[in-house]
């Protein structure tokens, strides 16, 4: 195909690529899979097929693109895939991409963070032990975009995001337990998008029978969204049969344990990989004592209540000294409330 690349719209520089392969793995949905796009380009830099990630037992990022490049009758012998995650070497769901890219004739792979997991890991090698040209990036924004997963498959248990509510001086309810609404519609909102990016949102019995919370993603009327993260229950206590996480608007489980480590590993069987921790107080203290929490996510209200429900139970600290300090990550201004983000510092 005769392309003048100055006039081609469609054409791509090579720097662009990874921006544009970034751009196109945000598409995919944030659950099992890690999100992965794909570019792949001429040696003038046309494009010549793109594709991404469409969620566990889909296509890869690389055979849709190659798929794309397909439909538009491009020839790929020597052309160039920008990627934004290593393309894997294993038979998953689907087949290994490595294969795959040598099959269409790729010459250049550039790969924009590498796959941690031992099977999918390594095509890296394995492309250039074909004669591929490989080039691993050092780029933040493809590292970024998979790091809750890519931390799940390091310590082989989901991701844990604790999330929480409270007034200036710390309390997430008043002393007769009411808490709604600490904070305004816009952090709510907030909520409700960061909810989305989990694969399942966790509670315990405690919270699930004091509040009888629905913990679905809804949009700004009120209604849920089509995709639903997995609610979970963790303890002993049953629900009642009316209670709203029994509503079939998204689906249950009730993980009859106290024990964090063990809902997890539960979790991760059923192909869980991140998990945002909703409440209440005593469950998010033994995920910190267990060194469960990998991220928080604080919404903070100018408002004080002097008495209350701590946001957070007991974690045996008896003086200063005790306090889990931790790295701030960001605090922003939202509607009228404070969105603090924070993570413990690693070890
Ligand atoms: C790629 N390209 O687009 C994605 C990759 O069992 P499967 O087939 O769903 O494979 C899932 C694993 O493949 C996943 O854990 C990760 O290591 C890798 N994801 N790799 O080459 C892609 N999504
Ligand atoms: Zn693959």
Redesign the pocket.
């Known amino acids: 195909r005769a392309v003048d690349n100055a006039v081609d719209s469609r054409a791509v520089a090579p720097a662009d690529a990874l921006t544009r392969a970034l751009e196109l ?1 945000r598409r ?1 949905p944030l659950t ?7 570019v792949i380009v001429g040696a003038g830099g046309e494009l010549l097929g793109e ?3 469409r969620g ?9 693109a190659i798929a794309d490049a397909a439909s538009r009758g491009s020839d790929l012998r020597g052309a160039t895939a920008v ?1 934004t ?4 070497r ?9 294969r795959a890219l040598l099959d269409a004739g790729v010459a250049r792979v550039v790969v924009g963070t590498p ?3 031992p ?3 390594g ?1 890296a090698a394995e492309l250039r032990a074909a004669g591929v040209d490989v080039v691993v990036l050092d780029d933040p924004r493809p590292r970024e975009l998979v790091r809750p ?1 890519a931390r799940a ?1 390091r310590h082989h248990r989901p991701t844990v995001t604790w999330k929480y509510a409270a007034t200036l001086d710390g309390y997430s309810a008043a002393a007769d337990g009411s808490s709604r609404w600490i904070t305004g519609p816009v952090a709510r909102a907030d909520v409700h998008a960061r909810r989305a990016q989990h694969d399942a949102v966790l509670v315990g019995t405690g919270t699930a029978l004091a509040d009888d919370p629905a913990l679905t993603v809804r949009d700004a009327d009120g209604v849920p969204l089509p995709q639903q993260p997995l609610r979970v229950v963790v303890g002993l206590r049953d629900l009642p049969a009316g209670a709203r996480l029994l509503d079939g608007s998204a689906e249950t489980v009730h993980l009859r344990t106290r024990d964090p480590r063990e809902a997890l590993a539960a979790l991760w069987e059923r192909g869980v990989r991140s998990v945002w921790l909703e409440g209440g107080p005593q469950l998010a203290a033994a995920f910190w004592r267990a060194g469960l929490v990998d991220d928080v996510v604080a919404h903070l209200a100018p408002a004080l209540l002097g008495s209350g429900r701590s946001a957070l139970g007991d974690l045996g600290a008896t003086s200063i000294d005790d306090a889990l300090r931790l790295e701030l990550v960001d605090a922003h201004v939202l509607g009228g409330d404070v969105v603090v983000l924070a993570r413990p510092t690693p070890p």
């Open positions: 793995a995919g099992e899979n890690p999100q992965v796009g794909c594709g991404w990630h566990a037992g889909t296509a890869h990022a690389e055979v849709a990627v995650l290593e393309p894997c294993h038979t998953g769901r689907t087949g290994p991409c490595t796959d941690p997991t099977t999918a890991g095509g997963w498959h």
